[in-house]
């Protein structure tokens, strides 16, 4: 079943953002498997991330290469809130 995770990080810029998502891609890590979409927006103050998965337990193997990227630019990654997806409309 295909589930959103939201994350919310109060201390993340779009700088630390993009820096990491270049990180990714460069790792080739930039498309991990199971995520279907990824949407990221500036907060007041941070950033928040809305991502559906395929699983909970393909999202599970990711943060083992995000977590220490975010770590490395300054940031504190967050734990995810965690929803079944019920639809979708594009």
């Known amino acids: 079943?295909?589930?959103a995770a939201i994350?919310?990080?109060p201390d993340?810029?779009?700088q630390q953002y993009d820096k990491v998502v270049s990180d990714l891609a460069a790792a080739g890590l930039g498309t991990p498997?199971?995520?279907i979409h990824h949407l990221a927006a500036?907060?007041?103050t941070g950033m928040f991330f809305v991502d559906m998965w395929e699983s909970e337990e393909?999202?599970?193997k990711f943060p083992e290469s995000l977590i220490p990227l975010i770590v490395a630019t300054g940031a504190t990654p967050a734990e995810p809130r965690?929803?079944?997806v019920h639809n979708t409309i594009t």
């Open 1 to 3: 079943m295909a589930i």
């Open 33 to 35: 498997e199971g995520r």
């Open 82 to 84: 965690i929803f079944p």
């Open 42 to 44: 500036a907060m007041e």
């Open 7 to 9: 994350f919310e990080i």
């Open 58 to 60: 393909l999202l599970g």
């Open 12 to 14: 993340f810029t779009q």
